[in-house]
């Protein structure tokens, strides 16, 4: 039998739902779960005599991302109307953008599996409005909600350059803490704000030559898991399929897939690619766009550092663990908040700390950020510096940040009023120490015995030094003073 | 009374010489003797009307301050929405459609106090030049009852012409004003693109659609548009005011314009009576009478006018138009089998025969494989009519042609024949193509009886210069005083 070894080709579009006070081209107010029909107007109802008016910020949050994903962004662009017939689109006809989109040309940087990066190539990103929703309740009828007719949509396309369901995972992760990075999209997945729609198909090599599978394009696909799973069922039934049937990719037998959640497979839809032509053309009823240096300038300027190069220097500059990194970096808010107390004086390692075991708790149980727990960058670079000076024991200051987003105190009037400043004091150790040595003979000449016993004897007398001194002895000086006298 | 214009109605309601109540209640008793036989309207709002004008009344009884229109009885195209009664475009598909908001220029005329009389007649969505493409009736022409008033503002005109109304909106596409205009013995202006708001009018062709004022005379010409032109945010393409202030149209009107310089195209006159072209022969002899020079424009792409905008309009209506399809508003066939048919079954039942004609040439026209050769190509023909227009102003002030190259047809006469009902609009097409604003007024009679126009152009935004030109002809002749007979 010939031996068969094979490359998953994968790529993927990505529908982003931007954040925008305003929907694309009305004035209503973006929503989730409301009244159907509630969020509604007569642009977005389509109506007879209306026009589009096109928002702004959309534009602006669009080019953002198109800059962050390092496209070349259009200085000239326009709308197109890209035509078909469906109940939860109400003119027929959907406002997109065609052979000018807002940016093109980029790429994004994912972490690969050997621990590297990978530049995943981004072919395009254009703006556009969605649709509503048809809702196929009881009866023999089905009912539209249009609340989420013309909420703006980006579309980003990327080349087929992933070559695994992991790296199409962590490119859909990498471009949601991005798109939150920016503040373009809130990105929750339970409510449908990035929607994924991956190419699959595979290079097979087999002694008897090289042989590509027809693609399969997965549809509407709403959570990374989803995502992940449905790529690995499809790398497994196309090869599956290769070596029963032999078929291979031509000219229109690419087809499209669902994902059926229950059964944890992938479900034929449309056999071959329908010939669809949306006769694209543009809106006459929207000028085109065109932005000025100025203005893209002015866009730029609300760029920030991406959170994939964050995490990849707080790991180089502060040696914290790549896990650890990605933790901080994660959310835009907990990055700021570390970083600033990193520039207030805190260690690192320590803060990481902080924050990681105690803050981010504390912020998930208040259902808040961790910006908005009361808590300044000083007061817990602070309690870092005086956990760093042994002043307070590291179980305390995790107490002691606790209290400082209950109370708003600084960590020493804290650490002073809970009594939680450490024993440092030699002279005084030194006689409890000398207390402890007499009160516990055996274990001395346990110590003193050598062998296994030893260690473990030694283990017992500090932490008779620690309970007499209600655990606010400094640690590492009751070791050296015990050493000491016992040597 | 019946025949003072809306000028000189105006100043006497406001002296207080007339009220409101009174011209009001005249224009409902001719509609009540008359209008059946002219058939200019859908509907009408005796009793709203009569309430506003009462208001008007009090208001200036009381020595308040009332608008520009201070109860003047005005008529609306019905493809213009209104918050009472229906907008209907003249389609069975939108026979019962009431439209949730008001266009921008009905809210201009409320504001202005204009008493709404009713809303009139139109071919189906404005496609068609004799108002036989109605969906809900028939428009004569109150010169001769057997024949058509024009269209597709054909039930405009001929409720100015008969004294139904004292001025009225029109939309132009085409020269759906101005043709109309011409054979109704009226006044017709086509404003610049973007000079008049087109929100809340129906779209027929985007790109080219624009409302302007049918009105007895020049002068309530450029009272009308003293009223509803102006930059609206809720329309992109109406022009910005910085860009194209807006003068007092009336302020200048009377200054004619010193050392005139007419241009003509003598070859652009194929296939026109000879009564007509003598009637426009002799209008000519006025203004040079007046001291005005004729040259001789050069327009060399006016021939591909009508082709290209057959490509353009049909496109832009294919797309504009598909929003009608049952389900949202609008007729809905009695029993479908599944969606589709709610769409192939309600079109097909409520479209009229040129609009579904016209639905299927636009669709064509943008199918992939066929947008270049047709759209693409279409577009670059308006460039260079466009820019055969730019050139032509270089040397003269205002270009003068016919606007129909015969007078009022008979009813029927070109409904088998919809190529030569599309030649009709020969002289007014290009107009539309290059966003220029004309204007067609009353220059003569054929031997019938029948009213003749002289179309006048002038460059974009030369609107006040162009009502100039015209009413210096206005004030030498008196073929806008001719009335039909029709007690």
Known sequence: ?487 | MDWLSAKQLKEKIASGKISSVEATKVVFERITKIEPVVGAYISTFEEQAMAKAAEVDKRIAAGEPAGKLSGVPIAIKDNMCTTFGTTTCASKILANFHAPYNATVVEKLLAADAVIVGKTNLDEFAMGSSTENSGLKQTVNPWDTTRVPGGSSGGSTAAVAAGLCYAALGSDTGGSIRQPASLCGVVGLKPTYGRVSRYGLVAYGSSLDQIGPVTQTVEDAALMMNIITGHDPADSTSVDEQTAPIPDYLEKLDEPVKQLKIGIVPSFNAGADEQVRKAIANALNVYNGLGADTIEAQMPHLDYAIAAYYVIATAEASSNLSRYDGVHYGHRTAEPNDYIEVYTKSRAEAFGKEVKRRIMLGTYALSSGYYDAYYLKALKVRNLIRQDFVKAFENCDCIMMLVSPTTAFKIGEKMDDPLKMYLSDIYTIAVNLAGIPGISIPCGFDDKGLPIGLQILTPAFGEDKLLRIARMYEQQTDWHKRKPNLS
């Open chain 1, 1 to 487: 039998m010939n031996k068969v070894d094979y490359k998953v080709l994968v790529g993927l579009e990505i529908h982003v739902q931007l954040c925008t006070r305003t929907k694309m081209f009305c004035g209503c107010a973006l929503g989730f779960g409301e009244q159907p029909n509630s969020r509604v107007c007569p642009v977005c109802l389509g109506m007879p005599g209306v026009l589009p008016v096109m928002n702004k910020q959309a534009v602006e949050f669009s080019t953002l991302v198109g800059l962050a994903l390092n496209c070349q962004i259009a200085e000239f662009t326009k709308w197109d109307r890209k035509s078909y017939y469906y109940p939860d689109l109400p003119k027929n006809y959907q406002i997109s953008q065609y052979d000018l989109p807002l940016a093109a040309n980029g790429y994004i940087e994912i972490p690969a599996t050997n621990g590297d990066l990978k530049k995943i190539r981004i072919r395009r990103a254009h703006l556009e409005e969605d649709a509503g929703k048809n809702l196929h309740t009881a009866g023999n009828f089905s009912q539209v909600d249009l609340n989420r007719a013309g909420t703006p949509l980006l579309e980003i396309v990327t080349e087929p350059d992933m070559n695994s369901a992991t790296e199409v995972r962590a490119l859909a992760e990498e471009l949601q803490r991005i798109v939150r990075y920016l503040g373009v999209s809130e990105a929750d997945m339970q409510k449908g704000h990035m929607r994924f729609e991956p190419n699959v198909n595979l290079v097979i090599n087999r002694g008897d030559g090289q042989f590509k599978t027809p693609i399969v394009e997965v549809k509407n696909l709403n959570s990374f898991r989803a995502l992940e799973n449905s790529i690995e069922y499809e790398i497994d039934r196309q090869l599956d399929q290769f070596l029963e049937t032999g078929e291979v990719m031509e000219m229109g037998n690419k087809s499209t897939r669902g994902w059926d959640d229950a059964r944890e497979m992938t479900v034929l839809q449309r056999e071959k690619e329908e010939a669809h032509d949306y006769r694209y053309f543009p809106d006459p009823d929207l000028v085109p766009v065109r932005i000025s240096e100025q203005w893209l300038s002015e866009i730029k300027s609300r760029l920030c550092e991406l959170p994939l190069n964050k995490q990849i220097r707080y790991v180089k500059d502060y040696g914290l663990s790549d896990y650890d990194a990605g933790v901080l970096t994660a959310d835009r808010q907990v990055a700021n908040f570390f970083e600033a107390s990193v520039a207030a004086g805190g260690e690192p390692k320590r803060l990481c700390n902080l924050l990681t075991q105690v803050g981010l708790k504390l912020a998930n149980t208040r259902g808040c950020s961790i910006a908005e727990l009361g808590l300044s960058a000083d007061g817990v670079a602070e309690l870092a510096k005086m956990t760093e000076a042994g002043e307070i024991s590291a179980s305390a200051a995790n107490t002691i940040l606790e209290e400082m987003a209950k109370t708003g105190k600084s960590p020493r009037a804290l650490a002073e009023e809970m009594n939680l400043i450490q024993k440092s004091d030699a002279g005084e150790l030194e006689k409890i120490v000398d207390e402890v040595l007499r009160d516990n003979q055996k274990a001395v000449d346990d110590f003193k015995a050598g062998g296994k016993k030893s260690g473990k004897a030694r283990g017992f007398l500090l932490g008779q030094v620690m309970q007499k001194t209600k655990g606010r002895a400094n640690p590492r000086v009751v070791a050296e003073i015990l050493d000491k006298k016992l040597s």
